[in-house]
């Protein structure tokens, strides 16, 4: 009978490590986690070549989400998890043009999609900011009185802007502009910007705006060091500086780490107990970064940030929690890639939703 109980044991322990449970607990005990990858259905979405949408500015019929799905955001609406993602066609001079697409599902995995774009480049006035990279990497919150509230880049082949839109019921869209245009006569105007996280709080299911201190905060950017924003309205926003007019900045990469390149803000900053938890990704660095990972491989961390001051920096995770290990993570459009974007919390579990090598879309799941 012992013999049996060991050999049940080493199976079950077995079992776990290859179902993605690699981990016993987080890292941390603010941290979110341990989350499972659902490798049994992942890739959850991949590119379709029979969807068709007619383009206003081509003027022409195209595939829109025939080349790549991949980076998205995600609410729970109605009962739903309801999952705005970019999708590429294969047409132009830049290889494909990104569109959003939106697709819903009753459990989190399955999801149907809409057969046309939701959000996408059109003859009004983003095309010179949009035409033709497109509309990309969208991140999505509500707002207290129940718009949702979507962060995105506007691609226009040379530089990323980071764009604001509204809706209020996730089909159609009001684009407000370049979030930081009207700050300091357009000084952000045409520098490289992108990747807005807002600050929320849980209601629910529901990830709803929070103000701190009077006004709502957004960390954004995917350099080496992340940034920070403000707005009193979650439209028009504000770039915290220094005394010097230079960008303030809440966290940095590190040499020797998984984000030793690039540090990049995932789905959202969401108030807990134990203060403002930011999951993001990182991007290895082809010289002094983590010598067990690729060079220039996407891997998720967790930063803490205080909840009375989002400056400043509290904690951090030490390790990458996810990586790419599957064949569709590891090959792609880019390879070596886990990019985390969307994220909800849906009956009792917390779902996480990454492109995979910029091709693909997975989740994983960890309990709430």
């Known amino acids: 009978m012992r013999r049996l109980t060991v050999s049940y044991v080493f199976l079950f322990i077995t079992a776990c490590l290859s179902s993605g449970w690699a981990q016993v607990a987080p890292e941390k005990s603010w941290m979110i986690g341990p989350f499972r990858k659902q490798t049994a259905d992942n890739p959850i979405l991949d590119a379709k070549a029979n969807t068709t949408f007619f383009c206003p500015i081509r003027k022409d019929t195209v595939r829109w989400e025939e080349k ?34 939106l697709a819903s599902s009753d459990d989190g995995v399955h999801f149907k999609r809409m057969p046309k774009p939701v959000f996408c480049p059109a003859n009004d006035d983003m095309k010179t900011y949009e035409w033709e990279g497109g509309c990309e990497d969208p991140r999505v919150v509500e707002s207290p009185n129940g718009v949702y509230v979507m962060t995105y880049t506007a691609y226009d082949g040379d530089k990323a802007r980071l764009c604001v839109a509204t809706s209020k019921n996730l089909t159609n869209w009001t684009k407000h502009g370049i979030a930081f245009d009207e ?150 459009q880019v390879n070596q890639v886990c990019f985390l974007e969307g994220m909800v ?24």
């Open 68 to 101: 790549d799905v991949f980076n998205p955001a995600t609410v729970v609406r109605n009962g739903k998890v309801y999952m705005i993602y970019r999708a590429e066609d294969t047409v132009g001079k830049h290889a494909g043009t990104s569109r959003l697409g």
């Open 183 to 332: 700050y300091d006569n357009g000084k952000y105007r045409n520098l490289w910007s992108k990747s807005g996280a807002i600050v929320c709080k849980r209601v629910g299911s529901k990830l709803i705006a929070h103000k701190i201190n009077g006004k709502y905060w957004m960390y954004w950017g995917d350099q080496a060091q992340l940034y920070m924003a403000t707005s009193t309205d979650l439209i028009h926003w504000t770039p915290l500086e220094d005394e010097k007019g230079t960008l303030l900045a809440a966290a940095e990469s590190r040499r020797g780490k998984h984000d030793s390149r690039l540090i990049e803000p995932g789905p959202f900053g969401m108030v807990t107990p134990a203060g403002i938890l930011l999951i993001y990704n990182g991007m290895n660095a082809d010289q002094n970064g983590d010598p067990n990972l690729p060079k220039g491989a996407y891997t998720g961390g967790q930063l803490l940030f205080d909840a009375k001051d989002p400056t400043r920096l509290a904690d951090r995770s030490e390790n990458y929690f996810i990586r790419p290990d599957q064949p569709y993570e590891i090959t792609g």
């Open 345 to 368: 919390p849906f009956k009792g579990k917390w779902f996480l939703y990454y492109g995979t090598a910029d091709s693909k879309i997975a989740v994983a799941e960890a309990k709430q």
